[in-house]
C-alpha cells in the first residue's frame, strides 16, 4: 500500500486495504465469531470504499459496474463457513479450468455458428466416453500387458571403464550375431525397345511336335529360332 499512497486517491488505498483484510482472514485456518464479524466489516468497508473506482470512470457507475464473479462471491464467504468450515487452501481460480474442459476446448471443436448445441452434445459424448473407459477398466477390458525389450545381458553405463580388448571371465556385455551365409540378391530387368512391342514372340517349346519339319535337336529359346526353320 505505502507504493500507491500519494499516487492515487485515497479512498483506493482504503478499497485495496479492505480487500486485503478480507483475503487474508479468509485464509486463516481457524474461525471464531469475531474472526467472521472482522471478516464481515472487511467486506463492508471494500464495498464501501469501491465506489471510488465509478466515480473516477474505471468502472461502469451503474449498478452493473461490479458484476464480476469473484467479488459476489465474496459475499457468501461467512455463510459458506459455517456450513462447511475454513476454506483455508481453497483456490477460485478451479472454475477457471472447469471453464477450459467445459467450454473453451468444445468450443473449438464447432463450427462457431450457434455453438451452444455443439457444446453441449460434444461434453455428452465426452462424458460418455469416459463412463465407458471406467466401466472397461474395472472389467478388465483395457488391462492390456505391456512389452518390455529383453535384453540378453545387460548393457554397461557410458561411465564405465574401457572395454576394448579381450573379455575376462567370460563376461561379455554386448554380442554381434552375424548370419551363417551370405545372401546373394540379384535384380533382373530387361526392358524391351519400343520399336520390338508389337513384334510377334515365338513359343520356347515346340507346339507342333508331331510336326516332320520340327528341329530334332533340344528346344531353344525362341529368340534362337530363325524364321526359316518354323513348321509351315
Same mark, same amino acid.
Given at each position: 500500500m505505502s507504493a500507491i499512497e500519494g499516487f492515487v $486517491?485515497?479512498?483506493?488505498?482504503?478499497? !485495496?486495504? %479492505?480487500?486485503?483484510? *478480507?483475503?487474508? @482472514? %479468509?485464509?486463516?485456518?481457524? !474461525?471464531?465469531?469475531?474472526? #467472521? &464479524?472482522? #471478516?464481515?466489516? %472487511? #467486506?463492508?468497508? !471494500?464495498?464501501?470504499?469501491?465506489v471510488i473506482f465509478q466515480k473516477l470512470g474505471v468502472r461502469d457507475p451503474t449498478p452493473s459496474g461490479f458484476s464480476l464473479p469473484r467479488q459476489h462471491a465474496m459475499v457468501h464467504y461467512r455463510q459458506h463457513i459455517e456450513n462447511f468450515g475454513a476454506p483455508n487452501g481453497l483456490c477460485s481460480s478451479i472454475t477457471e479450468s472447469k471453464h477450459i474442459t467445459a467450454v473453451k476446448c468444445p468450443w473449438r471443436r464447432s463450427s462457431r455458428y450457434n455453438p451452444i448445441d455443439q457444446i453441449m452434445l460434444i461434453n455428452q459424448r465426452m462424458?460418455?466416453?469416459?463412463?465407458?473407459?471406467? /466401466? !472397461?477398466? &474395472?472389467?478388465?477390458?483395457?488391462? *492390456?500387458?505391456?512389452?518390455?525389450?529383453? #535384453? $540378453? /545381458?545387460?548393457?554397461?553405463?557410458?561411465?564405465?571403464?574401457?572395454?576394448?580388448?579381450?573379455? /575376462?571371465?567370460?563376461? @561379455?556385455?554386448?554380442?554381434?550375431?552375424?548370419?551363417?551365409? /551370405?545372401?546373394?540378391?540379384?535384380?533382373?530387368? &530387361?526392358?524391351s525397345p519400343p520399336n520390338l512391342w508389337n513384334s510377334p514372340k515365338l513359343p520356347t517349346q515346340p507346339p507342333w511336335p508331331w510336326s516332320k519339319n520340327w528341329p530334332s535337336e533340344p528346344p531353344r529359346p525362341g529368340s534362337e529360332i530363325s524364321f526359316t526353320a518354323s513348321p509351315s
Open positions: $486517491p485515497r479512498d483506493v488505498v482504503r478499497c !485495496f486495504c %479492505a480487500y486485503m483484510d *478480507f483475503c487474508y @482472514i %479468509a485464509r486463516m485456518s481457524v !474461525f471464531t465469531r469475531s474472526t #467472521l &464479524s472482522r #471478516l464481515e466489516n %472487511a #467486506l463492508e468497508r !471494500f464495498h464501501e470504499y469501491r462424458e460418455k466416453l469416459t463412463t465407458a473407459h471406467v /466401466h !472397461f477398466t &474395472s472389467q478388465g477390458m483395457l488391462n *492390456f500387458p505391456t512389452w518390455q525389450p529383453r #535384453l $540378453p /545381458h545387460p548393457v554397461p553405463s557410458d561411465d564405465d571403464d574401457d572395454q576394448s580388448g579381450a573379455a /575376462h571371465d567370460g563376461a @561379455i556385455h554386448n554380442e554381434v550375431f552375424l548370419a551363417q551365409t /551370405h545372401g546373394v540378391f540379384t535384380t533382373t530387368f &530387361s526392358p
